[in-house]
């Protein structure tokens, strides 16, 4: 590091700032207990209405969407409905489920035991076995699975509303597994798996301590963010995450769905199932000159980048620090 022996100078008292303002930034991300991170929907609240699905018809609905059409539409006091899901496989045989009313929290028992499924091919905005199309949502403790298979895109769970949350959720699917789409999202202790493209979209979205696994056995790729402007404030930025897979190099990091797609690995552990170029630019060179993929601090075998391609980067602590909190999806303002 430069300049370590010039005691006084600016330059040194500014990059020691930095560096200590950093680490107190990761330290509040990585380090706050998941469980705190989680709260919000445990005990009902003040303003909070608590609904229970049971598909034995021991709650007050039998079907996940019943629950969901019986929230109010337009609350303008903000309160919430918080839905307690019993454990069980619920297959949405009439109709997948749509979260379209804003303020609603979905908990279930655990991810193992508590399961939305379906299998259908992406064949329009209707496909995904769940969508959030409404703002202000929680998810906890939900496994979302599209049993489709291997064959074609299937969606598990596409997030177009704004401000969104996930913690302890399990994603599953084959290509095209989360569709992060529009609008500020954070997902804390998930687990996310898939072979191709499996977290797609322009959303602005922090991963924070989350499992991806690739089940590709070749030419797999974690990532395919769609930024199509430089304009566009999106991109997907994972802190504390652990990458795995099926076998080595069969996986790269992302490629480019949008010519200026953004994605950023902080602090991550990377299996060697990542190829050692890291990065793939889907056949179109020129998005070599406009999509910003960097990694910072990551270890694993996956993780070396001697030999990336050379039109990734390579974060410094300052470039990092922007994608590395909460403050990356404004979550100081909304995240409970």
Known sequence: MPLLNRVNSPATCRAAATAALLALACCCLLCFASDDDGAAGEMPGPGQRVVTVDQSGKGDHRRIQDAIDAAPANDSTGATVVIRIRPGVYRQVEEKVVVDKPHVILVGTS???????????????????????????????????????????????????????????????????????????????????????????????????????????????????????????????????????????????????????????????????VRPEGWDDWGDNTKQRTAFYGQYQCYGEGSKTDGRVAWSRSLSQAEAAPFITKAWVDGQEWLR
């Not at 399961?115 to 949502?137: G, M, R």
């Not at 095209?176 to 997902?187: A, N, Q, S, V, W």
């Not at 402007?229 to 990458?243: A, H, P, Q, R």
């Open 111 to 273: 991810s193992n035991s508590t399961i939305i499924t379906w299998n259908e091919s992406w064949a329009s905005a209707e496909s995904p076995t769940v969508s959030v199309l409404a703002s202000d949502f929680i998810a906890k403790r939900l496994t979302f699975q599209n049993t489709f298979g291997t064959t074609a895109p299937a969606v598990a769970v596409r997030v177009a509303g704004d401000r969104a949350a996930f913690y302890g959720c399990k994603f599953v699917s084959f290509q095209d597994t989360l569709l992060d789409d529009t609008g500020r999202h954070y997902y804390r202790g998930c687990y996310v798996e898939g072979g191709t493209d499996f977290i797609f979209g322009n959303g602005k979205a922090l991963f924070d301590k989350c499992h991806l696994h690739s089940t590709s056995l070749v030419g797999g790729a974690f990532t395919a963010h769609k930024r199509s402007s430089e304009s566009e404030n999106t991109g997907y930025s994972f802190v504390g995450c652990k990458l795995t897979g099926l076998g080595a190099g069969t996986s790269v990091l992302g490629r480019p769905w949008g010519a200026y797609s953004r994605v950023i690995f902080a602090l991550s552990y990377i299996s060697s199932t």
